[in-house]
Structures are given as structure tokens and as C-alpha cells.
């Protein structure tokens, strides 16, 4: 399964960006699906996750309650909406699919297949 994210772009503080991730050749219906970012200098660090379901979404606490997770398994798509940004939001982020276990969703070597990522820059 290859994935590819898409959406990103530069953005005022402030302002609001959609990111998407879309997989080639297969559905992602059956799977957890997780987004990743990495800051210039920085590690990679867990953003959000939702469940093959859609049921449960789980979120890091530098982004709760301005970014949200959903999917749309009809359009094989899974959507990270991100709102209210800030420049400390800065990162390439990526999206990751796997059969991954609720424990482990923060955990990227969790997940089984990933893309490239797509540069997220907010000015201050």
C-alpha cells in the first residue's frame, strides 16, 4: 500500500489548512490510520489516529481541540483537519496505515505502510 499526503501549504497563525491522505491500489477501510509530523531538527512525533472504523480517534495534546481526524472509507480517504494553527505546527507530516493495536497507535513503527509526507509552514 503506498499513501500519499496531500493539502499542505503556508498558512498564517491562525489560520486553517485540510490535509488528506489517499492510498493507491488498495482500500484503507481495514486499517488504523495515523498522522506523523517532523520538524526541521526534530523527531517525529505522533499527531492523530483513527481507528478502521472511525469509531475512536486519538490525538496528541499539543493538537487536542484544534485538530480533528475522520475518514471516508467510501472515498478511501482519511482527512486531518487542523485549525486555530500555530507556527510550532511547522513540520512535514505524513500519514501511516497499519492493523495496529489501541496501546500503540502513538507509536509509528506500529504501522505497516507509509508515503510521502506533505510541508506544513505557519508564519507568526
Known amino acids: 500500500v503506498q499513501l500519499q499526503a496531500s493539502g499542505g501549504g503556508l498558512v498564517q497563525a491562525g489560520g486553517s489548512l485540510r490535509l488528506s491522505c489517499v492510498a493507491s491500489a488498495r482500500t484503507l477501510s481495514g486499517y488504523t490510520i495515523g498522522w506523523f509530523r517532523q520538524a526541521p531538527g526534530k523527531e517525529r512525533e505522533f499527531v492523530a489516529a483513527i481507528s478502521e472504523g472511525g469509531h475512536s480517534s486519538y490525538y496528541a495534546n499539543s493538537v487536542k481541540g484544534r485538530f480533528t481526524i475522520s475518514r471516508d472509507n467510501a472515498k478511501n480517504t482519511v482527512y486531518l483537519q487542523m485549525d486555530s494553527l500555530k507556527p510550532e505546527d511547522t513540520a512535514v507530516y505524513s500519514c501511516?496505515?497499519?492493523?495496529?493495536?489501541?496501546?500503540?497507535?502513538?507509536?509509528?513503527?506500529?504501522?505497516?505502510?507509509w508515503g510521502q509526507g506533505t510541508l506544513v509552514t505557519v508564519s507568526s
Open positions: 501511516r496505515a497499519g492493523w495496529v493495536r489501541e496501546s500503540t497507535v502513538r507509536k509509528f513503527d506500529e504501522y505497516d505502510f
